[in-house]
């Protein structure tokens, strides 16, 4: 099985920033797609970032310019650092990764969608 950890939410004033990290373990074969979504209060959860396993990134209109998606494939591990925040920021994080893992005895691979367990920033005014 594949788990998801992420880190680095934490509480943090108007235009300051923050780092978070998922780093994914377990029987991986490889990671295709990873991104990071958000969920705050009362709303749907929606995309914040992508990144593929070639290193195309795309970003909500409302974060563009402001966060950068990366990941370090070698660690199984997405980042998003959180520039200029604002209070409208304020949810919970979650990292997503389609990841491809052994089946079976291990003669098969499929594509299978994890998501961790959200990390809470909190912008204030």
């Known amino acids: 099985q594949v788990q998801l950890v992420e880190s680095g939410g934490g509480l943090v004033q108007f235009g300051g920033s923050l780092r978070l990290s998922c780093a994914a373990s377990?029987?991986?074969?490889?990671?295709?797609?990873m991104g990071w979504y958000r969920q705050a209060p009362g709303k749907q959860r929606e995309l914040v970032a992508t990144?593929?396993?070639?290193?195309?990134?795309n970003y909500a209109d409302s974060v563009k310019g402001r966060f950068t998606i990366s990941r370090d494939n070698a660690k199984n591990t997405v980042y998003l650092q959180m520039n200029s925040l604002k209070p409208e920021d304020t949810a919970v994080y979650y990292c997503?990764?389609?990841?491809?893992?052994?089946?079976?005895?291990?003669?098969?691979?499929?594509?299978?969608?994890?998501w961790g367990q959200g990390t809470q920033v909190t912008v204030s005014s």
């Open positions: 377990g029987s991986i074969f490889s990671i295709n797609g």
């Open positions: 997503n990764a389609d990841v491809m893992v052994l089946v079976g005895t291990g003669v098969s691979l499929k594509s299978s969608d994890y």
């Open positions: 990144i593929s396993s070639g290193g195309s990134t």
